[in-house]
């Protein structure tokens, strides 16, 4: 195998761990955003148990506000009663009292509706509290551990990253913008194995004269449909290489 078709093989598999991870990370926010969502809940919960308690509170001094104005007005006309003269007038002034009275009754009834309410609201709320806590402190469990993969991520990133340079540096400039071109044009994909006369890009048929030549893999070759660039996986000449390299490792 040539060279530079070898190289561009390791550039590929690089660039396709680096499309990868870079799409592990841009996923990383809508992960956060749907952990996020029992938190939101919770939040939108506790606020309208909060309004709600806030409007039985406002109801119960309503009602003891009313309770203050008719106790008054039953109070000024008992006053009135020693000073109505005829009967008929004291009749009505009696009926006057015994509404007032009445409306007295009603307002203390819907006083104490308003405390019971307040007090089974208020429990409501301390429940609804707790349960946000717990929805907020599950959520920054989860965006802590998120940081952590990102930052995990950004490391082997710049790792490979910091590989691709070497096998960029050995290209000649020519075959790499070729493979730039492709990458851009075919969505991260521009080397790909041919296996059984198929192009391992688009799955369609490759020549068989092409094939043969191909097998050799002494030239850059492209896919006639998808124009990727093509290579042949022998299995032993592919094993003989990584002997090969391993000793230039040792040594």
Do not use: W
Request: hydrophobic fraction near 35%; charged fraction near 35%; include cysteine.
């Amino acid at each position: 195998m040539i060279e530079q078709l070898r190289l561009l093989i390791e550039l590929q598999k690089l660039d396709t761990e680096i499309l990868a991870l870079h799409s592990k990370i841009d996923l990383m926010p809508d992960n956060l955003a749907a952990s996020e969502a029992p938190l939101k809940k919770a939040e939108v919960s506790f606020e309208n148990m909060k309004q709600g308690l806030a409007a039985q509170e406002k109801k119960k001094k309503d009602r003891e506000h009313s309770i203050d104005e008719i106790n008054d007005k039953i109070n000024k006309l008992k006053q009135r009663s020693s000073e109505i003269k005829n009967n008929k007038e004291y009749q009505a002034h009696l009926k006057e009292i015994e509404k007032a009275e009445k409306d007295m009754k009603a307002a203390e009834g819907e006083l104490l509706d308003a405390i019971e309410a307040i007090e089974k609201s208020s429990k409501q709320l301390a429940a609804e509290q707790a349960r946000l806590a717990e929805e907020r402190s599950k959520f920054d469990v989860v965006s802590k551990e998120l940081d952590k993969a990102i930052a995990l991520h950004k490391q082997d990133l710049k790792k490979l990253k910091n590989d691709r340079k070497k096998f960029t540096q050995k290209l000649e400039p020519d075959v790499y913008d070729k493979y730039i071109g492709i990458m851009k044009s075919r969505r991260g994909l521009a080397v790909v194995e041919a296996k059984n006369e198929i192009c391992g890009g688009c799955n369609l048929h490759i020549p068989p004269q092409m094939f043969v030549e191909l097998k050799h893999n002494n030239e850059i070759v492209l896919c006639p449909q998808c124009r990727r660039i093509l290579y042949y996986c022998n299995s032993e000449a592919v094993s003989e290489e990584s002997k090969g390299e391993g000793l230039k490792a040792k040594s």
